[in-house]
Each structure stands twice: as structure tokens, then as C-alpha cells.
């Protein structure tokens, strides 16, 4: 059975940073995605950013060069280093995987998602 538990999400002033994680059991070996999505108050989940299964990390234009997606394989933790935060930020975080692979856009919806994690970022 997959689970996914986040944490790290909290409140903080706009132009800091948080580290979100993501501690994963269950996962095969290889051939499944996994990463991040959000959804802010009123709105649907979007992705934010994804490591394919061939190791390649995407991420939406809007978090580009301010976040950045890394997955720990000794300790099966997956990170989201968010920098320069900015009020419309704010959001549930989720962790989510899949297999074979995660789509960033949920085009496929994915199968796996955490309990998500309250990201709240003040002006």
C-alpha cells in the first residue's frame, strides 16, 4: 500500500521560504511519478511540480526558478524547497504519485495523494 505524508507547510512572510517534505512508503522501485500539486481557497488543484519517471523534474511556470523539486532515495522523502514566496502561494499543498508515471496537468488523475499540508503566506 502507498502512503504519503506531508509536512512543513506553515505561515510566512511573502519573499521567505519554506521546505515542504513528503515521507513516501510503498513505492515500487522504479516506474511511477511522483510530486506536488496545490489548491488555494476556491480553486482547483494545479500542479506545481513533478519528478517524472525517468527522473526529470518539471515544474508550472509560475514557481519556475523560485521552487525546486528533489527526492530523497535513502530515506524515501520527497522535498519542495519554495523560495521568494508570495502571497498567491498560499494553498493546501498535496503530494501525489502514480504509476508509470505522474502527470503534472492531472490530464490522467493521479492515483496516490497525502493529506496535504496548509501553505499560508502573508504580504
Known amino acids: 500500500e502507498v502512503q504519503l505524508v506531508e509536512s512543513g507547510g506553515g505561515t510566512v512572510r511573502a519573499g521567505g521560504s519554506l521546505r515542504l517534505s513528503c515521507a513516501t512508503s510503498g513505492l515500487p522501485a522504479s516506474d511511477y511519478g511522483i510530486g506536488w500539486f496545490r489548491q488555494a481557497p476556491g480553486k482547483g488543484r494545479e500542479g506545481v511540480s513533478v519528478?517524472?519517471?525517468?527522473?526529470?523534474?518539471y515544474y508550472t511556470e509560475s514557481v519556475k526558478g523560485r521552487f525546486t523539486i528533489s527526492f530523497d532515495n535513502a530515506k524515501n522523502i520527497l522535498y519542495l524547497q519554495m523560495t521568494n514566496l508570495k502571497p498567491e502561494d498560499t494553498a493546501v499543498y498535496f503530494c501525489a504519485a502514480d504509476r508509470p508515471d505522474l502527470d503534472l496537468y492531472l490530464v490522467v488523475p493521479a492515483k496516490y495523494w497525502g493529506q496535504g499540508t496548509q501553505v499560508t503566506i502573508s504580504s
Open positions: 519528478i517524472g519517471s525517468d527522473g526529470t523534474p
